[in-house]
């Protein structure tokens, strides 16, 4: 039994840009499901998953680059609709015997596009002419024979192509950009006319599915959830309370490198809100001895995510109806909740066939440490960040909660460059409290994606009274992103970064100076370690 269970499922296929994640999106947000397949999927393999629909997604620059992805052309006998986006469309438009070159005309960015193909169901539901958006150098040249045009812009003549009976479609621009004007209605008319899906991937049926799936999984033994403070875990507990109730304890992990406030705020919403089975373990001075005098980032990472699992698995050692069990094994809890999203399964290489690199290793994919294992139950695998939020708003979780910005794993602890100290972290600590407050109290909470103080390694010399100083400087990252893959810096307000500036030096000990980050991902990461 999966997730998409009921649902059409579209597929869409990755040609190793960053579009198909959107493009995924898109078609989630049309209530249809879809699932990003690697493009070395096999035709045989897509007929066998039966899918309402193939979205081919945008990739590399242009066909003709040496190594440039490519697909099996069974895939267009197979009688399931197909449509190709930029790459995607000029891929098709070849491997269909049309033609592809560089005309010595791109387009980038806002473009006019003129429909011209009366009768096209992918234009039934937009004006004849309006903006899209593109990004390709290249493009086709001579249509697959029994294609026609169906859209042309000032500069290419087939900006999108057409085979009816075939049901194969391509559009040279991205619909699933904001700046592509009814992007959004072309795809809906390709899911919903083309393909004849049914729009029926919604909150209420995702819950229900899940729930059905989590009882199934864990019957009716223990499950044990550790909670991090972040929107993912808070939600898959919300979720596996909601399928097995009391059959669940959430374990808090006090790793000592939480934002101010943050252990309570858990508490309280799991303990009393939602009368969940709770556990807190303080174990700051644990990671504190651990980390003492690390550097690498890496390491910290490593050491944070199996020091983590050490106290989590001394926790699950206390659990269980029949009481604590022997040191060293882990009591009657044999499945563990964790809230693996999506995108963290594509990334690893369990959607797009493992072609990203790993840049950062990320808390929840550092190993069990010997002798520790657990089936994990992961609710939220097949969700991006915005479903899980409605998820979690859906599960009656506290806005405070669900609308919190991402948190790092390993926490304060990436964002102190250098020592980690009892005496580091307070500095951090409350710096960061005020960037939070500061920006709460400006409203603009929802239009960032993440905002936090950073604490570096270096000291400068300042002057405060008639006192020279030499303090640490806070840097101050805020950023706005749809998914953290890639980000821009945010434009905060100057009389927003005064008062931050003001706050920041006035309150906090030790600091003299507030810096603000200004470089996007990439070539920056939105974390510093
Ligand atoms: P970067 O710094 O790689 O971060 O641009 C992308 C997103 O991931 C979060 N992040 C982490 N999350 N464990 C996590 O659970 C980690 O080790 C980790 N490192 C970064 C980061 O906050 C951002 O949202």
Not at 40 to 52: F, G, N
Not at 97 to 110: D, H, K, L, T
Not at 130 to 135: G, L, R
Not at 173 to 199: I, N, S, W
Request: hydrophobic share 40%; glycine share 10%; aromatic share 8%.
């Amino acid at each position: 039994m999966s997730a998409a269970d009921g649902h059409d499922t579209v597929l869409v296929v990755d040609f190793g840009a960053q579009y198909a994640q959107l493009i995924a999106r898109r078609v989630r947000e049309a209530h249809v499901h879809s699932e990003i397949v690697p493009h070395t999927i096999s035709a045989e393999e897509i007929r066998a998953r039966r899918p309402a629909g193939v979205i081919l997604s945008g990739g590399p620059a242009s066909v003709h680059v040496a190594g440039a992805p490519t697909l099996d052309a069974g895939i267009y006998d197979a009688g399931t609709p197909v449509l190709g986006i930029c790459y995607g469309a000029q891929l098709l438009a070849q491997q269909l015997g049309g033609s592809v070159a560089n005309s010595g005309v791109g387009e980038y960015g806002r473009t006019g596009l003129e429909a011209t193909g009366a009768g096209s169901p992918l234009f039934d539901r937009v004006p004849t002419s309006f903006d899209v958006w593109m990004s390709h150098f290249d493009s086709i040249q001579d249509l697959p024979s029994g294609f026609r045009a169906t859209a042309r812009t000032a500069g290419i003549a087939i900006a999108a192509l057409e085979h009816q009976e075939r049901r194969i479609y391509g559009v040279q621009f991205h619909p699933e950009v904001m700046h592509t004007a009814f992007g959004q209605d072309l795809l809906k008319a390709f899911l919903y006319d083309v393909c004849g899906c049914r729009p029926t991937w919604t909150m209420t049926s995702i819950i229900d599915a899940q729930v059905d799936i989590i009882r199934a999984q864990v019957g009716d033994e223990r499950v044990i959830c550790g909670l991090s403070g972040g929107v993912d875990s808070a939600v898959a507990a919300a979720l596996v309370h909601k399928a097995v109730g009391d059959q669940l304890t959430c374990v808090f992990v006090d790793t000592g490198m939480l934002r101010g406030g943050e252990p309570e705020q858990v508490e309280d919403t799991f303990l009393r809100q939602f009368a969940v089975d709770f556990v807190h373990v303080k174990a700051a001075d644990r990671f504190l001895d651990a980390l003492n005098d690390v550097l690498d980032p890496e390491r910290k990472r490593t050491i944070i995510g199996q020091e983590f699992w050490r106290v989590f698995a001394d926790a699950a050692r206390d659990l269980g109806p029949s009481g604590p069990s022997e040191r060293g094994t882990q009591g009657d809890a044999r499945f563990l909740v964790q809230g693996t999203l999506y995108p963290d399964v594509v990334e690893s290489g369990g959607g797009a066939g493992g072609a990203s690199s790993t840049i950062k290793s990320h808390h929840n994919l550092v190993e069990f440490p010997e002798g520790l294992h657990f089936e994990l139950v992961e609710p939220l695998r097949d969700l991006f960040k915005d479903e899980v939020r409605a998820v979690g708003e859906e599960l009656g979780l506290p806005e405070h909660i669900v609308w919190r910005q991402p948190f790092p794993g390993p926490g304060l602890a990436v964002r102190i460059i250098g020592t980690i100290t009892p005496e580091r972290l307070e500095v951090l600590r409350q710096a960061d409290a005020i960037v939070l407050d500061e920006v709460r109290r400006a409203g603009l909470e929802r239009q960032l994606w993440q905002w936090f103080a950073v604490l570096p390694a270096i000291r400068s010399v300042g002057v405060m009274g008639d006192e020279r100083t030499y303090g640490y400087p806070i840097i101050i990252r805020a950023v706005t992103s749809d998914d953290a893959m890639t980000a821009d810096w945010a434009r905060l307000p100057y009389d927003l970064l005064e008062r931050l500036s003001n706050r920041i030096i006035n309150e906090v000990p030790g600091v003299n100076r507030v810096a603000l980050d200004i470089t996007s991902k990439p070539p920056g990461t939105i974390e510093w370690e």
